[in-house]
């Protein structure tokens, strides 16, 4: 099925591990989305992508870092995980054409820091 | 600025009751205006969205009314289902923009 595939679905991991997510989507789509989702505040913007090599930072950006490995693939590597990064990781993408303009989201990650 | 709005927070219907749900903005540069559900453990999904030189759309069971002057703009669904409980979040971006600010989020839960 087309669309954006994240992994994994489950993550726990204990304070100061390190651990990427993966997302790829497949729908020829230039720009991909890492946002965090937690209660009450929404959907932050981490790190996007505009187009295959670049990346820029969202609102939220710090201890993080994205991989724009190729069109299809957006990483987020969290590198020394803290209990505040405890959070719903939903990767994206967007269709940039202007008049219909709107994403793609995968199933989610939930992470857990303990 | 760049904030969007959202309320209220949860919201409780009868089975064919019309829910509203509103959001206010600043930012007069912002040009266009999406819905989106989230169901329990999936991603949220485009539902409709609007531009600022229409005042309402309309897509099946959803409708969304815009008010440009009050910068406000709220989602209706008419004759509501227990099938559309789920989250609802408000967003907006700005011209040739590709990341949208998002609203906190509605949670609305339709009884049978």
């Known amino acids: 099925n087309a669309g954006v595939t994240q992994t994994p679905k489950f993550q726990v991991l204990k304070t100061g591990q390190s651990m990427t997510l993966q997302c790829a989507q497949d729908m020829n789509h230039n720009s991909m989305y890492w946002y965090r989702q937690d209660p009450g505040m929404g959907l932050r913007l981490i790190y996007y992508?505009?187009?295959?090599?670049?990346?820029d930072k969202g609102e939220v950006p710090n201890g993080y870092n994205v991989s724009r490995l190729n069109k299809r693939e957006f990483s987020l590597r969290l590198e020394s995980a803290a209990p505040s990064q405890t959070s719903v990781y939903f990767c994206?993408?967007?269709?940039?054409?202007?008049?219909?303009?709107?994403?793609?989201f995968g199933s989610g990650t939930r992470l857990t820091v303990v | 600025q760049q904030q969007v709005k959202q309320s209220p927070q949860s919201l409780i219907v009868q089975k064919g009751g019309i829910p509203i749900i509103n959001c206010a903005y600043e930012?007069?540069?912002?040009?266009?205006f999406p819905w989106y559900q989230q169901f329990p453990g999936k991603g949220p999904a485009l539902l409709i969205a609007i531009r600022p030189d229409v005042s309402e759309k309309k897509e099946g069971r959803f409708t969304i009314s815009f008010n440009k002057s009050a910068k406000q703009f709220s989602l209706h669904i008419m004759d509501s289902q227990p099938g559309d409980s789920a989250t609802y979040f408000c967003a907006a971006t700005l011209p040739y923009g590709q990341n949208f600010v998002f609203g906190p989020g509605t949670r609305l839960s339709v009884l049978p």
């Open positions: 930012n007069t540069a912002f040009d266009y």
């Open positions: 992508s505009a187009s295959e090599g670049t990346t």
């Open positions: 994206a993408s967007s269709d940039d054409r202007g008049p219909s303009r709107g994403y793609t």
